[in-house]
């Protein structure tokens, strides 16, 4: 009886984020009360706050759904113990356009982050959880770039804090801008391109040494 009750739980939970996920998309964040996510999802209020605190916890756990896949690439290129961590991360940002650009979940979810979450007085706990985000990417970013500079993949001078930032600002550009204007470029077609670019940014760039 336990494990069917934690089972169902778990469906709950599951279509709960399921419905915010579909109401989130068509009415932006902001516009989307919790009654109504209750009512798409078929339980009531109370069921959607026996699994998340609040609207902004409950796009936060949206959003984390996304980060699970990419992960492992993404300890991989942290490791020390990786030979290739630059490539780790250029098979790591291939897959995350590739999954944008052609998983429907992966483009609903990243197109409410990008261009229908507004950071009003209700959503300050997203806003904090996405600020804290920010940073810990930019600080993996730097560990993966730091050890690719030990491997000998990057100059030795690279200023891997401004790198990271760098490369965190244009892998987040490219995204948003396919996302508001998809017709605008090819995202899955020319993703390693794109990847090599950003990539070059960091060999070439002048400014971005110490």
Known sequence: MVRRTKEEAQETRKQILEAAEQA????GVARTTLADIAALAGVTRGAIYWHFSNKADLVQAMLDTLHEPLDEMARASESEDEVDPLGCMRKLLIHLFHQVALDPKTRRINEILFHKCEFTDEMCDLRRQRQTA????NLRIGLALRNAVHRGQLPENLDTIRAAVC??????GILGQWLLVPDSFQLHQEA??????GLDMLRLSPSLRN
């Open 167 to 172: 490369m965190h600002a244009y892998i987040d």
């Open 192 to 197: 390693e391109r794109w990847v090599d670019i």
């Open 24 to 27: 989130f998309y068509e009415r």
């Open 134 to 137: 920010s940073l810990e990417c």
